[in-house]
């Protein structure tokens, strides 16, 4: 490569200019896997390219996941659905392909605790990270305690133009906390803001019935229902809780039935120690 010396200088200067760190740091390397026979000069382009490409992707993908306040991280692959039989797989597939986002529509996962609302939520969340959807994830008491400060702040248009501007908005845990006076109001609000616009996934361990209740006003329910439920994916999942799966044997009769917590189905998997959750799913 040496009567090539002024020509790679001046590869270098490019990357420099172009700013791609990642290939200039492979480019030595792949200049001696050509000097080898290893690759050819085609190949050579392709893994530098390759290289800087992935470190830009991880990097938006880093940068986009804290956006979207994705703190935890869960995936679908992670999530063992054997053990939530109740729970259509290819339904949660189906939605993975994100076409609900492009139209709009409102996803609503119910269950109760520990079924694998947040997990799901989270997980589709980061598919659309993924595929450089906008995304913000939120509970619903944080969301409504921001808009409840905008307003005090006379910034109540302004928050909910932003939380608007997310192609997909994760609302949590509807339904645990009950929601402060004048609350059920600005949800709506935003939500009316997000109808037929943006879409979103709830999560939710109470029955729509009782979203009078969790809100503290009926009306305000009954409207926000109608447009949650217009364009709208229910998944109902009738499981038990992944959390105690280890401890039902533990759990106080009254809790357990509540929860419709089950002993732990007998281990099947090939070699798995009992107790370890496996996280590489098979894909069959
Ligand atoms: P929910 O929001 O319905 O209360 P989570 O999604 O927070 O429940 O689940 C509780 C915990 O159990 C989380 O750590 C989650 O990752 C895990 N979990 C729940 N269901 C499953 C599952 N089917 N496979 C793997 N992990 C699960
Ligand atoms: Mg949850």
New binding site residues.
């Given amino acids: 490569m040496t009567m090539h010396a002024s020509t790679i200088d001046s590869i270098r200067k490019s990357l420099v200019g172009l700013r791609m760190p990642r290939a200039l740091e492979a480019l030595d390397a792949t200049l001696r896997r050509i000097e080898q026979g290893e690759i050819d000069g085609i190949q050579a382009f392709d893994v530098l390219l390759m290289e800087e490409l992935t470190l830009r992707e991880s990097r938006r993908i880093k940068a986009a996941l804290m956006m979207a306040r994705l703190t935890t991280i869960?995936t679908l692959a992670?999530?063992?659905?054997a053990?939530?039989p109740s729970l259509d797989r290819n339904r949660i597939l189906a939605l993975a392909e994100l076409k609900f986002i492009e139209r709009a529509e409102v996803v609503h996962l119910l269950?109760p605790?520990?079924?694998?609302?947040?997990?799901?939520a989270t997980a589709l969340a980061v598919e659309a990270v993924k595929a450089a959807k906008s995304v913000y994830f939120s509970t619903l008491a944080d969301i409504i305690a921001s808009l409840a400060k905008a307003e005090r702040e006379g910034q109540l248009r302004e928050r909910i133009r932003y939380l608007c501007r997310a192609s997909l908005l994760v609302v949590d845990e509807i339904g645990y906390l009950p929601v402060v006076p004048g609350g059920g109001n600005l949800f709506f609000q935003l939500v009316n803001a997000r109808y037929e616009k943006g879409a979103m996934i709830l999560?939710s361990?109470r029955g729509f019935a009782e979203w009078g209740e969790v809100f503290g006003d009926p009306v305000v329910a009954t409207a926000l229902l109608d447009r949650l439920l217009h364009h709208a994916v229910v998944v109902q999942i009738e499981g038990s809780s992944?959390?105690l799966r280890q401890h039902a044997d533990l759990v106080p009769e009254h809790v357990r039935s509540k929860a419709h917590i089950n002993p732990p189905p007998p281990p099947k998997k090939r070699g798995r120690p009992p107790g370890v959750?496996s996280d590489d799913q098979d894909a069959g």
């Fill in positions: 869960k992670g999530f063992d659905f053990f939530q269950g605790p520990g079924t694998g609302k947040s997990h799901l999560t361990n992944y959390r959750k």
